[in-house]
């Protein structure tokens, strides 16, 4: 699939999916680049596209394929009353891609009304004419025309996907009057939730927790695992992107497991696994009938997911990065957290706090497992450590495999019960500040930081 997903206009890229329908792992992506490495020349007749006149190879299956994906996805809605019914407006925009007509005949699908597209964003149009970055994960800046037209046409709930409709990004008009935008950990925990409530009420035998399987990566909320502790189903998680976890929820289904749902916090999720990778399309129409079913009970996605960190514990997240074009430079940051105190030795406290665990999945180290070896696969061509504070917090920094940043990923986990969101969020911030101070080093390292 050519994407270059939500990049900017000068990026080009693609997905390659191997025969199970996930994205490749390895080996195939060694076989691929060696196949590619091999025919470096194009063939004599490789211009001549009459070939492929009266060739068996060549159809056209979208209209199956849709026939059969909508099929697929009705499966999915649980109140179609609710749906027929709803007064709740939502906007739509595809931020100049392809998710306009997808999404409309998913909300079809459901019985619900049409969303209001924003129709300068409506159509595919590669310059991203509205938009220095065409992704929704950057939050209000993609979403300023979607806010003009939700406030004209009083509309509660903005669903706003990427130029390749994979991701998602929901904001939800507050009481206050200002609009929130849901981060993906905080969408991911309301999708789960609700995939769950509603499964829940089909399955009443609990036995049938035992084969019920949710998952997530490694760098995003544990939120999945804290309701999983309490309801009894299986939590997993995977390495980043959806190419670990649309494998593992393929060899999960292979031996008759049921898998409701995975995400990570990029925004990405995937509600239904007839399709093994995010999709931005199902989840847009998932999300906005668990709104119009909110709306029944009089509650917001936003007061939903407060009932959900007061059932489950309260997990805050913050995450960000700094832009480092130079590779010698960041091998030289992660090698001096190798060799922090002396050769070979992480860091044992950052600032004032103080570390309890380290996991290197460069290396492949893990000093929480008895053998001290990592469970999770190790590359040892991308960077990536987790520390675990004595104080619950897990917080992550690693390399992107797509652009020139060094990530962090940082949460802070609280037992159920009355703890105080805004110690929680004060305590993550002043981790998160000694973090970038003691071990990203920005002055040492010249690193730009992310752009308010």
């Not at 925009?93 to 997808?102: A, D, K, L, N, P």
């Not at 093994?276 to 989840?283: H, I, N, P, W």
């Not at 909110?294 to 009932?307: F, I, P, V």
């Not at 992107?400 to 940082?410: D, F, L, N």
């Amino acid at each position: 699939m050519i994407t270059a997903s939500h990049n900017p206009k000068q990026d080009d890229g693609y997905k390659v999916y191997w025969a199970n329908g996930a994205q490749i792992t390895h080996p195939h992506d060694k076989g691929i680049s060696q196949a590619i490495e091999e025919n470096l020349e194009p063939w004599p007749q490789a211009w001549d596209d009459s070939l492929l006149n009266g060739s068996p190879l060549l159809h056209d299956p979208s209209a199956s394929i849709s026939k059969d994906y909508y099929e697929d996805l009705r499966k999915y809605c649980f109140h179609r009353s609710v749906n027929k019914e709803t007064k709740l407006k939502f906007v739509h925009t595809s931020v100049h891609g392809v998710g306009h007509r997808f999404v409309q005949s998913a909300f079809r699908a459901f019985d619900f009304a049409p969303p209001e597209a924003v129709p300068e964003q409506k159509d595919p149009d590669p310059e991203f004419p509205t938009v220095k970055y065409p992704n929704p994960e950057e939050g209000e800046g993609v979403l300023t025309l979607s806010f003009a037209l939700a406030d004209k046409i009083k509309a509660k709930v903005i669903l706003a996907n990427d130029p390749d409709a994979d991701r998602l990004a929901v904001a939800e008009k507050q009481d206050s009057g200002e609009w929130r935008v849901f981060s993906g950990n905080e969408l991911g925990a309301l999708l789960g939730w609700w995939l769950f409530t509603c499964w829940k009420e089909k399955n009443q035998d609990p036995s049938a927790l035992k084969d019920t399987y949710m998952l997530s990566s490694t760098v995003s909320s544990k939120i999945l695992r804290a309701i999983a502790l309490k309801e009894g189903f299986h939590f997993e998680e995977t390495l980043t992107g959806f190419k670990w976890m649309g494998n593992r929820a393929k060899q999960l289904i292979d031996q008759g497991k049921n898998v409701l749902f995975a995400f990570e916090e990029a925004i990405g999720y995937m509600c239904c696994p007839f399709v093994l990778d995010k999709d931005g399309v199902s989840a847009a129409v998932i999300s906005a009938e668990l709104a119009s079913f909110l709306a029944t009970k009089n509650l917001s996605l936003s007061q939903q997911l407060k009932a959900i960190y007061v059932e489950y514990g309260y997990h805050i997240t913050k995450a960000s990065y700094f832009i480092c074009h130079d590779q010698g430079t960041i091998k030289k940051l992660f090698e001096n957290l190798r060799n922090y105190d002396g050769k070979n030795n992480y860091p044992k406290t950052c600032g004032r706090f103080e570390i309890s665990g380290i996991r290197d999945l460069t290396t492949g180290y893990d000093d929480g497992q008895p053998d001290k070896k990592a469970v999770l696969p190790t590359s040892k061509s991308s960077q990536m450590i987790s520390f675990t504070f004595a104080n619950g917090c897990v917080a992550t920094m690693r390399t992107s495999g797509t652009e020139p940043k060094i990530k962090y990923y940082a949460e802070l986990c609280a037992p159920p019960g009355n703890s105080d969101p805004e110690q929680l969020k004060k305590e993550l911030n002043e981790l998160v500040t000694a973090i970038e101070e003691h071990f990203f080093q920005p002055q040492k390292y010249n690193l730009q930081a992310k752009a308010e």
